[in-house]
């Protein structure tokens, strides 16, 4: 008796797969760990990674070449533990410089200081959606002015998981979820330590922009004043 298949008949699933191309394409994911500066970004990143190294699978760490405070080749915790990793100036180029046949065998790829890379969103969506690979990004969310800080953010809507760490206000011991710039220097990106910022609370975020902006604003005024001193003697002479 031959068996009759209606030219109705809806294919099978795996029949779906193969014809759209997804029988063999691997299941990446995308992890965010955001949080201000001194909330463990690093240290939770370093943990998991290393988590993965010991369950087996191959992992790669990215770091953005502009952070050379504490090594040029490894990502560093505040407190000094290490790890190898790529400092490239961008995550598109990684692929070609790390070599395609040893990408193709990396299962993890670990991102520290995400906020420096302008090509995030497009490295994210091709390293877990086409090549199947789990990306652990760590960044600030935010800079010294509270506002959205280089593409993180944007990489949100991809997340399997999204992490929000917090630190310990450095003047009161409570909640810090804010980072403070201790110096009047006002570009987006500058590269520093606990010289240069400081996590703190809500309230002390609020003061001490107020006492900054103060500081800078009688900064300003000294210097005019100066300026306009030094400008009336050469006239007199």
Not at 180 to 208: A, F
Request: glycine share 6%; aromatic share 8%; charged share 25%.
């Amino acid at each position: 008796m031959s068996s009759f298949k209606s030219p109705h008949s809806l294919p099978s699933s795996a029949d779906r797969s193969d014809r759209i191309g997804l029988s063999h394409r691997p299941s990446g994911e995308v992890h965010v760990i955001v949080g201000p500066m001194f909330a463990g970004k690093t240290t939770a990143l370093l943990r998991r990674i290393k988590s993965e190294v010991n369950n087996g699978r191959s992992v790669a760490m990215i770091k953005s070449s502009k952070d050379t405070r504490y090594a040029v080749d490894s990502v560093v915790t505040h407190d000094g533990t290490n790890f190898p990793c790529w400092a490239l100036p961008n995550l598109l180029s990684f692929k070609q410089k790390f070599g395609a046949e040893a990408y193709d065998k990396l299962d993890v790829i670990g991102i520290d200081e995400a906020q420096f890379f302008d090509d995030l969103y497009d490295f994210c969506c091709k390293a877990a959606d086409c090549d199947g690979k789990i990306v652990i990004v760590a960044g600030l969310d935010g800079d010294y002015l509270r506002r959205t800080f280089g593409s993180v953010l944007d990489i949100i809507p991809l997340a399997d998981s999204i992490t929000k760490l917090t630190a310990r206000c450095e003047l009161c011991g409570k909640q810090a979820v804010f980072t403070l710039r201790k110096t009047s220097e006002t570009k987006t990106e500058l590269i520093g330590g606990c010289d240069v910022y400081m996590p703190v609370c809500r309230q002390h975020y609020v003061n001490g922009q107020v006492v900054i902006k103060s500081a800078r604003d009688t900064l300003e005024s000294c210097s005019k004043v100066q300026t306009d001193s030094y400008q009336e003697e050469v006239a007199v002479a």
